[in-house]
């Protein structure tokens, strides 16, 4: 966890949480960011939440071995 914030810096993260099994999820300061910061990570896969409003994507794929997801706005380029 300590190399992702290194990566992305403490002023672009809201809330990081790491889940037991090796699960992290990343809420940026700027949900208009997420895209931008899942790209930072290498993430590829997303999942549109439709039912979200604001509707939101949460992007995912491995971080230094651990499952990472991050959430930004839909359709936001970052």
């Known amino acids: 966890m300590t190399e992702i914030v290194e990566m ?12 037991r099994g090796g699960t ?11 895209a931008s910061i899942a790209r930072d990570l290498g993430l590829s ?3 549109i939440q439709r039912l979200a409003v604001p ?11 651990l499952e990472c997801h991050v959430r930004a706005l839909a359709g936001s380029d970052g």
């Open 8 to 19: 992305l810096g403490e002023d672009r993260i809201a809330r990081l949480t790491l889940l």
């Open 24 to 34: 992290v999820t990343i809420e940026p300061v700027h949900l208009s960011e997420g």
């Open 45 to 47: 896969e997303t999942f």
């Open 55 to 65: 509707t939101v994507a949460d992007w995912s794929g491995t971080v230094s071995g």
